[in-house]
């Protein structure tokens, strides 16, 4: 009920911009592809993007520093209260592990080093990039 | 790559080895600490990581397994964070696994890398010195364990430790005069001459000192007699470097000394409140800890209010004061701990607490006072050598000045007793007076013929009973140890049956 509310407020206020509408899921995607070749700039090596698995989907899949590194992209729009960070929840971080165990063992790449990492960005309303940072090694079990 | 730390842990007051072992493989970054920790060690991963940290190393990406053995034993304190820090580091190649193999490390670290003092410093100093390493302790506890004669180092940061293994820097053992400390630590701030008259009460503690006899003191509320209990301490010998040791390794592992103090050169003075449950006198609780008996060890216990102790409190209490140490059994392990130590008890002779005094009148019923008095049960009593009776002082001995002896010549009067008591039983497996035995009485304590014709006099006449038959003797032999006399007079029968008040029950 309030996210419908939520995109009517937001579609009244891009329409008074005159920009065109954007889904949650679109405004997602134009996030992943920002954090993929922000994370190319960084050196990383990008071997695949949304591989799916029975629990949900990986975002990013790259190589950095001889570590296979599984990448979870969370970014805020318009709001500069909230921290993308915050919006990792217990649930959200057991479906990620969740999501990368599975790939590891179904890959057998067991013996691999391996770590995740977290891209937070922070856009603003008229969709520019304010800040972008990479957490390393953002979850220990 | 695994690395091996040698590190240590308590049971009871006793150190033993612990191997910290830690590996780091690959896999999603876990940190897992197996072998039984308990609660603060599964704490200390955050702690180790923020230290690690902060001290400038990377911390590593991976599985890392840290494993305390033996496996079986519950481990447990803060102490480990040293060891397993160094662990991780020597797992990563930062360090060299030849150069940790001579050492010992334990400390608890804190968040930026300091390394903070632990409890238990001299256990670990005088359990492992069998071992022959290296220790690395806090800097704060150090200097506590190098009273024994062990390589320790004092550290005070984990970069520190890393740049010394690595030789880059050099730390020096340190270094203390253990006799010397112990003449500077044994001064004590109370003294006898602070107490006004009570001649007698003097004497009897004097008496009791002598021969470590247990002393019961009785008076109305307010005569002093918890102000000359205390200072029992300053007028027995001072402890020697072995007993000093001994106390101060049990203050260690409760966490009572402090770190300017590094060894307990006075007696201990133990004063628990009549409420004490029995785990607490004795020791207990489910990871057995010293109880006040044991801190009392090679000192005094005094139980304030005897009556008012929970019966099952004193019970607890006859086992220890037969043998000198208490031995705790849980489903874990059984731990001795040692207690030898000098009870001194007060009480009030009735529940008002005037009985015995001369110008107040006790409003006590004789059913009362008989109840009151029984309290104390038989076999506790058995084991008081000596009841004192503490009168209040009138206005007179109140007013005068402080010119009785100090606690100095008194104290040389009982060294010489004990001296006495050292070389009779140096064959024997006793100490002092106050542990003699039924067949070693009749060896020991020979009478003259005018004494024992007053000793047949007292029994029949006073009532005198058997088990106080031997204290008599006990008590004789000590005061005449102390004029030096090696057969027992009369006089000295005469003044150990005037310490038998409450066997003659002159109140009741």
């Not at chain 2, 001459?193 to 109305?220: F, M, T, W």
């Not at chain 2, 049990?250 to 029995?278: A, E, M, Q």
């Not at chain 2, 005061?479 to 009369?490: F, R, S, W, Y």
Request: hydrophobic residues 40%; glycine residues 6%; contains cysteine.
């Amino acid at each position: 009920m309030s996210y419908y509310k939520h995109t009517k407020q937001d579609n009244l206020k891009l329409i008074d911009s005159k920009m065109p509408v954007f889904s949650r899921r679109e405004l997602g995607k134009l996030g992943e592809d920002v954090a993929t070749f922000h994370l190319f700039r960084k050196n990383y090596v990008i071997l695949n993007r949304n591989i799916l698995t029975p629990f949900g989907e990986i975002d990013i899949l790259c190589i950095e520093d001889g570590f296979f590194v599984f990448v979870e992209v969370r970014c805020v729009f318009g709001n500069f209260l909230s921290d993308p960070l915050e919006s990792i929840t217990e649930k959200k971080k057991r479906h990620i592990l969740n999501n990368c165990l599975y790939y590891i063992q179904n890959q057998k790449i067991e013996e691999e080093k391996v770590r995740i990492d977290v891209v937070s960005a922070k856009f603003s309303k008229t969709l520019k990039l304010e800040h972008i940072e990479i957490i390393k090694n953002a979850f220990c079990i | 790559m695994i690395a091996k730390i040698n590190s240590a842990g308590m049971l009871g007051i006793q150190a033993y080895p612990i191997t910290v072992e830690v590996d780091i493989s690959s896999g999603l970054p876990c940190f897992s600490i197996v072998g039984l920790p308990d609660t603060s060690i599964k704490e200390s991963k955050d702690r180790i990581k923020a230290a690690i940290k902060n001290s400038g190393y990377k911390f590593p990406a991976g599985k890392i397994t840290v494993n305390l053995a033996p496996a079986d034993l519950k481990k447990e304190g803060a102490g480990l964070d040293l060891p397993i820090a160094v662990g991780i580091l020597c797992a990563m190649g930062i360090v060299e696994q030849e150069k940790l193999n001579n050492f010992i490390f334990f400390g608890e670290l804190s968040l930026n890398g300091k390394v903070n003092a632990i409890k238990g410093a001299l256990s670990l100093a005088l359990d492992l010195k069998h071992l022959n390493k290296i220790l690395i302790l806090p800097k704060a506890s150090a200097k506590e364990s190098a009273v024994v004669d062990v390589h320790v180092i004092g550290a005070t940061n984990l970069k520190e430790i890393v740049d010394y293994l690595s030789c880059k820097l050099e730390m020096e053992r340190i270094k203390i005069d253990s006799n010397q400390l112990l003449q500077e630590n044994c001064e004590y701030t109370i003294d006898f001459v602070d107490v006004k008259g009570q001649q007698h009460v003097k004497r009897g503690l004097e008496i009791a000192a002598s021969g470590a006899h247990n002393v019961i003191l009785i008076g109305p509320p307010g005569s002093g007699k918890s102000m000359l209990a205390k200072r029992v301490t300053t007028i027995l010998s001072s402890p020697t470097l072995q007993e000093a040791l001994e106390i101060t390794k049990i203050h260690s592992v409760c966490g009572l000394t402090n770190t300017k103090k590094y060894i307990i050169g006075t007696r201990p003075f133990r004063n628990p409140h009549h409420t004490i449950s029995d785990s607490a006198l004795v020791g207990g609780g489910s990871s057995p800890t010293p109880g006040e008996i044991t801190l009392a060890h090679n000192g005094v216990l005094f139980l304030d209010e005897l009556p008012e102790f929970k019966r099952n409190v004193l019970e607890v209490l006859r086992q220890p004061m037969e043998d000198g140490q208490v031995t705790i059994a849980r489903v874990a392990n059984t731990i001795t701990f040692p207690a030898k130590f000098m009870l001194i008890a007060a009480m009030n002779p009735c529940p008002c607490g005037f009985l015995t005094d001369s110008k107040t009148e006790c409003h006590c019923s004789p059913m009362q006072i008989q109840r009151y008095l029984s309290k104390i049960s038989g076999p506790l009593l058995d084991r008081i050598d000596i009841h004192l009776e503490v009168p209040r002082l009138n206005y007179e001995k109140l007013n005068q000045k402080r010119n009785g002896e100090t606690s100095e010549t008194i104290r040389a009067r009982v060294k010489k007793a004990r001296e006495i008591q050292k070389e009779r039983y140096k064959n024997d497996n006793i100490l002092f007076n106050a542990h003699l035995e039924s067949k070693n009485i009749e060896k020991y304590c020979t009478l003259n013929e005018n004494a024992q014709k007053l000793l047949k006099l007292a029994i029949l006449e006073l009532g005198i009973s058997a088990r106080a038959y031997d204290k008599i003797l006990k008590v004789s032999r000590t005061i005449a140890d102390l004029e030096g006399k090696e057969t027992i007079e009369e006089e000295h029968i005469s003044e150990a049956i005037n310490y038998r008040n409450l066997d003659r029950n002159i109140w009741v």
